[in-house]
Structures are given as C-alpha cells and as structure tokens.
C-alpha cells in the first residue's frame, strides 16, 4: 500500500502553512521552494484544499493562502480527503461494495485489510497540524 504524492504534498505544505504562518497570506512560491513542491503542482492541490474550506486565498500584491481554520481543528484525514486521497487498502473496487473476487464473493482477507484501513483512517483522524508542527519543535 502506497499513498500518492498528492496527499502527502498536501499535507507537507499545510504542515509548512501551520510552521510559517502569522495570519499573513502565504505564496505558494515560498511553500514551493521550502517544501520542494512544483508550484504547478501545489496550485492544483490548494484549488482543491480552497473549495473544502482548508485554506482560503487572498489576493494582490502580498496575497498569498493563509490556513482557514487553526491547525488544531485540521486533521491530517481532513487534508487528504480534500485531495481526494484514497485510504484504500483493499483490492476491491468500492463499487463492488465488498465484494473482491468474481461472483459478488468476498476474499478470506478482505476483513484483515479493512481493519487496517479503518486503523489507518482513524491514525490520520487524530493527528492536527498543531500535532505535527509540535512534533517537529515548532509551535
């Protein structure tokens, strides 16, 4: 099981918001070259983290994101479901409803995988951006 770059990068530069930020908007530049991230890349995923309600983006000469809630109150399940980040630890399809191999019959793991998803889900629920930035000694 791997999770893509996209939700990791989202979080990486939310994390990056949480350290750096005073209220003042952010540019995506200084996240880019701090974190590493394409700027590109980062517009793309902040469109997605500005439309459920993470960050909001403000305009002009020293516009930039700025984090829309405090980073206690920001999971780090929160950021990667805004990027469409799936927690998918089984093969099935989630249209299958559960259901792994042909015929509508589930596979004798299918329970075990499940189990670590919600694990991992839950794992990803309770840790803020306030935990992470505390981890890392800041904030």
Not at 3 to 13: C, E, F, P
Request: one cysteine or more; charged letters at 25%.
């Amino acid at each position: 099981m791997k999770l893509s770059t996209r939700g990791q990068y989202a979080v990486m530069a939310l994390v990056d918001m949480a350290t750096h930020g005073d209220g003042s908007p952010i540019p995506l530049a200084d996240i880019s070259q701090r974190q590493d991230i394409s700027h590109r890349y980062l517009e793309q995923l902040f469109g997605k983290l500005r439309k459920h309600g993470l960050v909001e983006g403000v305009k002009g000469p020293s516009g930039g994101y700025r984090i829309s809630r405090p980073a206690t109150a920001i999971s780090l399940l929160d950021v990667m479901q805004a990027v469409d980040e799936p927690i998918k630890t089984t093969r099935c399809d989630a249209l299958d409803r559960g259901k792994c191999k042909p015929g509508g019959l589930t596979c004798q793991t299918h329970r075990i995988w499940m189990e670590l998803g919600d694990n991992i889900s839950h794992f990803l629920a309770s840790r803020s951006l306030a935990d992470v930035v505390g981890k890392n000694g800041h904030g």
